[in-house]
């Protein structure tokens, strides 16, 4: 399959083919043209609405060459915007990308491309909050109907509950707050056989799960996480693997007018030059994290899939190259949730927070406000949910030790 990363300006600094290279070399050179940009390293952030022609004949000229990489309007996107997507696509493995203005935007737009009234969908029961509230407000208001499935479904578990109007299967894996592992071939060999797409929330994963040879036609990016990486963005990402799929999501994309900040995707492209290195550190980091906090006595479990016999471990171990450093901690049940209220409070290295991917650490008490209806995320105590981020790990861990020791001093007295 062609790849159509050579922009139309063409130079000879962009790698045809970045499947051919490392991970760490995509990201340093893909959708970089320094002959074009004045022997810059970085390429500029093209700021723009109108696009100027200097006669109407090459104006219609320009316009009759609308989807294709031309600059033709603002909303058409600019050479910053290619050079991000082009290094987001090689790094999922995809062919295109389009980049949209924010994580969540990145689910919504791929379903409101792949649904119509009368559909049915279905979706994992643990996944991103505000998904589920668009297939509950939106969707539903629109006449899709969503079934929640468990995560841990198996092939046959799909193929039981697929329906003639099933046209999409969601999917992520694993879950941003529970961390259940999917077992996404499966899945999606049942979808495609009941003539369903399989979308993917890949945020965890990133380049880690290469979704396509996974059986994903379309894949998700809240970019806000790892790619931008210091916390100070949002953004997202859909990318695709075919010719048809990017047709459907760049009319939808276009149509619904999603755009994202070309200081944004400037500032995000310029994270993921980096980003291998930060997410080496950072998953090694967390893994010494949840192995230290496995043996802690107010653990009941570490929910880091990468850690062997922790859930999803043997799918995880399967499917994936590496994990990130975010995942959860159960803690005993004796430890009511009020009680991981003030370990999380006494932390000084870790700030108290949503979202995750940034250079700082965050814990944020989980059990309580995810909604679940299939069952799924059920655990005896409360689970915080850890971020590791660039510290030193003795520093974290003994800030967790800390932590703890409040914990238990304020269920002890
Ligand atoms: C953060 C997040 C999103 C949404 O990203 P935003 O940029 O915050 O809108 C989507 N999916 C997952 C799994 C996330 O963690």
Redesign the pocket.
């Known amino acids: 399959m062609g790849r159509p990363l050579r922009h139309t300006g063409g130079n000879e600094l962009i790698m045809a083919d970045p499947k051919k290279r490392g991970f760490r070399t995509t990201l340093t050179h893909t959708g970089r043209k320094t002959k074009h940009e004045h022997g810059f390293v970085n390429p500029p952030v093209h700021r723009g609405s109108t696009v100027l022609t200097p006669t109407v004949a090459e104006r219609q000229a320009l316009q009759a060459r609308r989807g294709e990489r031309v600059m033709t309007y603002g909303l058409s996107g600019s050479e910053t915007h290619w050079a991000l997507e082009d290094v987001m696509a090689a790094t999922e493995g995809g062919t295109r990308c389009y980049v949209v203005c924010?994580?969540?935007?990145?689910?919504t737009t791929p379903l409101l491309a792949w649904l119509k009234t009368g559909d049915h969908l279905l979706m994992p029961d643990h996944v991103?909050g505000?998904?589920r509230n668009f297939c509950e407000g939106f969707l539903k208001r629109f006449g899709v109907e969503t079934t929640y499935y468990k995560p841990e479904i198996d092939g046959a578990g799909i193929t039981a509950l697929m329906r003639p109007n099933t046209t999409v299967v969601y999917t992520?894996s694993p879950g941003?707050h529970t961390f259940e592992v999917q077992d996404v071939p499966a899945i999606a060999s049942a979808a495609h056989a009941g003539g369903a797409k399989v979308l993917m929330?890949n945020?965890?994963g990133i380049h880690h799960f290469q979704p396509f040879k996974h059986g994903v036609d379309v894949s998700?990016q809240?970019?806000?996480?790892y790619p931008a990486g210091h916390s100070d963005i949002?953004?997202?990402t859909v990318t695709v693997n075919s010719d048809a799929d990017w047709t459907r999501l760049h009319t939808t994309a276009r149509g619904l007018g999603q755009y994202a900040s070309p200081d944004d995707c400037w500032l995000t492209l310029r994270g993921m030059r980096t980003m291998a290195v930060r997410l080496q550190t950072q998953m090694e980091a967390a893994i010494q994290v949840g192995h230290w906090l496995r043996q802690q006595p107010e653990v009941a479990q570490v929910l880091h899939p990468a850690l062997p016999g922790a859930p999803g471990h043997e799918i995880w171990k399967r499917d994936f190259t590496g994990a990130c450093s975010l995942f959860g901690v159960e803690f005993k049940p004796q430890f009511p949730a009020v009680s991981t209220h003030k370990f999380v409070e006494a932390l000084e290295l870790f700030g108290i927070g949503?979202?995750?991917g940034g250079y700082e650490s965050l814990a944020v008490p989980t059990t309580g406000f995810i909604t679940r209806t299939a069952g799924s995320g059920k655990f005896e105590g409360p689970v915080v949910r850890l971020h590791i981020g660039l510290e030193d790990v003795d520093d974290l861990i003994a800030d967790l030790r800390q932590g703890l020791d409040v914990m238990r001093d304020r269920v002890a007295g």
């Open positions: 924010s994580g969540l935007a990145a689910v991103y505000p998904a992520e941003s929330d945020t965890w998700i809240a970019a806000t996480k949002v953004i997202g949503a979202s995750w």
